[in-house]
């Protein structure tokens, strides 16, 4: 890529780095970088795809916001007239949705790439942090969105989010306090505006959707982007040769290639938007939830272990998860030998191909069992409630991930394979309950082949 | 700004006030958090826990009929009405009735007849509410008072 231009001297060169700094869109990227950071294969583009869905996102949502109205009676049917009636409304919202779904893809995808690669040691760890928040706030964002055409999906969809969101009140019932404290019909009260999916919902939701999340994401994204910078770049192998160190101008190799990776996204957006429909259910009936009512793919694997127990699923492991994705940072700090190499090399290949395995095995036994034993004892009575929150597959499998990783740590005492163990196993295990609810369950989320 | 504090032990004015600015602005910043909060917090939102839901003589005998808006399951028997939550206690879907009981589409939980949780990740039963007759002769439903399952409002 650098080739074309190389001729033309030390002049040209600070004219074009006086083009960078003096420009406000060009002064993102750093004067110069080098060609190892500008290969495909070191971050694979992905977060400037992330940053081209973002601003397609915005883009899309604005035309769509224009026709929208955030009203239960009539935000069905202004749906309709946006796919219907308004020119070129279909294929905007045809976008906007597959452009969301990809978001929260891809975000996963940037994540285990950050991760598996060890870019989170040293003053990297601040990134990581910030990642993860905008993990949360792209899920959220997909979510609050999902509520919004009112019709069958989002209602349940939000009516079972929501309650999710209360599943602590398993816990104070159990202990009988819900009458005196609440904290999980608090937190459920918040979110709907009330005690049921409804307008207040919708408003609220509107709110966070159109406003309150995107303008925080968009600044998180800038701190984001300049912490790269701060942080020297791109994390990579102290092994690099210095070939490939080579400092060329970002204006305009590094443009161009951005520019590259944005048409593709907007190329490849606008063949699936034409080729495939956006959902639209029929409108929403508060009485008759769709059978069975699933979540989105992204919150499947919740789902499915929510399924087994609502405190457990919706509650204690994820919230376990989120903590332990915050936490990597501090608990590994190993360190430079790790940083910018893909897996930490060998050892760190068979660990986690190991984690796949286990997880698997894991999650997949424990399911697998759970369909053959019906667990003993008065349905309904306390004793039962608390053995169901912990003979289930979704608390027995993390237990086990727990107890693959104590084992990794003991027979390699390094913190990088530790951290290497829990988040694949956890990841497979995420993925195996998201593939079991989209694929194998059916009416009355009962098994199905 | 190291230069000015010469003598580190006394606060000169600039730095005094430079505090001062902080600390007040700081507290007007905590003093405003919770009453932003509070504007957050659903207000009293009015929602009719008492429902009427007709006169006896709408329900046929023995059976369990649903009734959409207040979403309840009403039964009428020899010894008088009854009236059922049909949301699930589970995650809140509303339940479909069937020949046995009662099956929560959504995450499969089960119900017999009188509400009691058969199966599924289900933690309570589905609770049963007060039935009174007003003057008028017509029922009402206190969505507040949650009854045993065997009670009965005499008509």
Not at chain 1, 30 to 35: D, F, R
Not at chain 1, 426 to 441: E, K, P, Y
Not at chain 2, 89 to 114: A, I, K, R, Y
Request: proline share 6%.
């Amino acid at each position: 890529m650098a080739g074309t231009e190389q001729s033309t001297g030390k002049e040209r060169v600070g004219e074009r780095l006086r083009n960078v700094s003096q420009n406000f869109v060009l002064h993102i990227h750093s004067p110069n970088v080098s060609t190892y950071a500008l290969s495909p294969f070191t971050t694979m583009g992905l977060g400037v795809i992330l940053i081209c869905l973002f601003a397609i996102q915005l883009a899309t949502g604005m035309l769509l916001m224009i026709h929208y109205t955030p009203s239960v009676d009539a935000a069905y049917f202004s749906v309709k007239e946006i796919i219907f009636y308004v020119p070129g409304g279909w294929i905007f919202r045809n976008i906007h949705r597959w452009s969301a779904h990809a978001l929260v893809f891809i975000t996963f995808l940037h994540m285990f790439r950050t991760f598996y690669k060890g870019s989170y040691y040293g003053t990297r760890k601040t990134n990581w942090v910030v990642g993860v928040i905008m993990l949360l706030i792209v899920m959220m964002m997909s979510f609050s969105g999902y509520l919004l055409p009112w019709d069958q999906l989002a209602y349940w969809a939000v009516t079972i989010g929501s309650n999710i969101a209360a599943a602590f009140r398993e816990f104070t019932d159990l202990i009988g306090v819900t009458g005196y404290v609440d904290p999980g019909g608090f937190i459920r009260k918040m979110l709907l505006g009330g005690e049921n999916v409804g307008q207040n919902t919708l408003t609220r939701f509107f709110t966070l959707h159109v406003i309150v999340l995107p303008v925080t994401l968009l600044g998180l994204i800038g701190y984001h982007i300049w912490r790269i910078r701060k942080d020297g770049g791109l994390a990579r192998p102290a092994s690099t040769p210095d070939s490939s160190l080579e400092e060329i101008p970002a204006w305009p190799t590094a443009l161009w290639a951005e520019v590259a990776i944005l048409l593709s996204v907007v190329g490849i957006l606008l063949i699936v938007g034409v080729l495939a429909d956006a959902p639209l259910k029929i409108l929403a009936n508060p009485n008759l939830p769709d059978n069975p009512a699933k979540s989105p793919w992204y919150l499947l694997g919740i789902q499915e272990i929510v399924s087994y127990s609502a405190f457990m699923g919706g509650f204690v492991i994820p919230l376990f998860f989120v903590a332990f994705l915050f936490y990597i940072p501090w608990f590994d700090r190993e360190g430079e030998i790790h940083s910018g190499v893909w897996f930490s090399g060998k050892d760190g290949i068979r660990t986690t191909s190991l984690s796949v395995l286990a997880g698997g095995i894991i999650t997949i036994s424990f399911v697998a069992l759970s369909l053959f034993i019906d667990l003993p004892g008065d349905k309904g009575s306390p004793q039962y409630i608390i053995l169901s929150m912990i003979l289930n597959p979704g608390t027995l499998s993390v237990m086990a991930y727990l107890f693959w990783t104590l084992f990794v740590y003991h027979s390699t005492s390094s913190r990088r394979m530790t951290v290497l163990a829990l988040f694949t196993a956890f990841m497979t295990g995420w993925t195996i309950f998201m593939i079991i609810g989209l694929w194998f369950r059916g009416e009355n989320w009962h098994f199905i082949l | 700004m190291e230069a000015e504090e010469e003598e580190p032990n006394v606060v000169s004015r600039r730095m005094f006030f430079r505090h001062l600015s902080w600390s007040l602005l700081s507290f007007a910043g905590l003093a405003a958090v919770p009453f932003v909060l509070s504007s957050v917090i659903p207000r009293k939102v009015i929602e009719n826990k008492r429902v009427r839901i007709g006169r006896p003589g709408d329900f046929p005998i023995n059976r369990m009929i649903f009734l959409p808006k207040p979403r309840l399951f009403i039964l009428r028997d020899h010894k008088g009405i009854a009236a059922m939550s049909a949301v699930c206690t589970h995650l809140g879907c509303v339940v479909d009735q069937d020949t046995s009981g009662f099956q929560c589409p959504c995450h499969g939980s089960c119900f017999n007849q009188g509400g009691m949780v058969k199966s599924g990740p289900a933690p309570r039963n589905l609770p049963w509410f007060k039935v009174i007759t007003l003057p008028d002769q017509s029922l009402e439903v206190n969505l507040h008072r949650t009854v045993s399952p065997e009670t009965r409002c005499k008509t």
